[in-house]
T-cell receptor, first 113, second 115 residues
Framework: GQQVMQIPQYQHVQEGEDFTTYCNSS?????IQWYKQRPGGHPVFLIQ?????EVKKQKRLTFQFGEAKKNSSLHITATQTTDVGTYFC?????????????FGSGTRLQVQP | GAVVSQHPSRVICKSGTSVKIECRSL??????MFWYRQFPKQSLMLMAT?????????EQGVEKDKFLINHASLTLSTLTVTSAHPEDSSFYIC???????????FGPGTRLTVL
């Protein structure tokens, strides 16, 4: 079945440093979504990318969708303590036609003030 | 944005009892709702896809007789964990997708502890 992996599993940065998490799918995706989950909370939708090679920005967050639509990245510039949480990518497979989201393994970000 | 509620937010029960969790879309109609389970420090694992007016589609390895799903209306889906055991203790999260788009709106989750 479809697998979505993220690296790194965990990252600890000093406030002000940049952070990147990478997402790789075993199948081609029709779209990729990114979610943030704070400790004890539920996932909150951040963004959706649909087009091959698409890049979107939200303030300090930059999201990319790979040309082959099998990978994606989230980059945070100058992290802040409010960025703490686990970031999940999630995609729907183009190959299988499955509309349900498959979540990545997640990257937990810790920001040291 | 769209709001999804879940009830209860937390439940502690004895082994062998059944627990019902409700998921409601408050300001939109959801033809499809999803039930996920999340163990500590792990990702969300899809358990089943719930379609209004029809039987749920369960993921491989999820027992449909143990996790009963009912999606009786466009705004309500329920998950019943039957004869719960300690290994069923987890964070159960539902999500709903509106008719228009692909974005999923998540409920706040239900933390189940089975003693």
């Amino acid at each position: 079945g479809q697998q979505v992996m993220q690296i790194p599993q965990y990252q600890h940065v000093q406030e002000g440093e940049d952070f990147t998490t990478y997402c790789n799918s075993s199948t081609t995706l029709s779209n990729i979504q990114w979610y943030k989950q704070r400790p004890g909370g539920h996932p909150v939708f951040l963004i959706q990318l649909v087009k091959s090679g698409e890049v979107k920005k939200q303030k300090r967050l930059t999201f990319q969708f790979g040309e082959a639509k099998k990978n994606s990245s989230l980059h945070i510039t100058a992290t802040q303590t409010t960025d703490v949480g686990t970031y999940f990518c999630a995609g729907t497979s183009l190959d299988t036609g499955r509309r349900a989201l498959t979540f990545g393994s997640g990257t937990r970000l810790q920001v040291q003030p | 944005g769209a709001v999804v509620s879940q009830h209860p937010s937390r439940v502690i029960c004895k082994s062998g009892t059944s627990v019902k969790i409700e998921c409601r879309s408050l300001d939109f109609q959801a033809t499809t709702m999803f039930w996920y389970r999340q163990f500590p420090k792990q990702s969300l694992m899809l358990m089943a896809t719930s379609n209004e007016g029809s039987k749920a589609t369960y993921e491989q390895g999820v027992e449909k007789d143990k996790f009963l799903i009912n999606h009786a209306s466009l705004t309500l889906s329920t998950l019943t964990v039957t004869s719960a055991h300690p290994e069923d203790s987890s964070f159960y999260i539902c999500s709903a997708r509106d008719v228009a788009g692909n974005e999923q709106f998540f409920g706040p989750g239900t933390r189940l502890t089975v003693l």
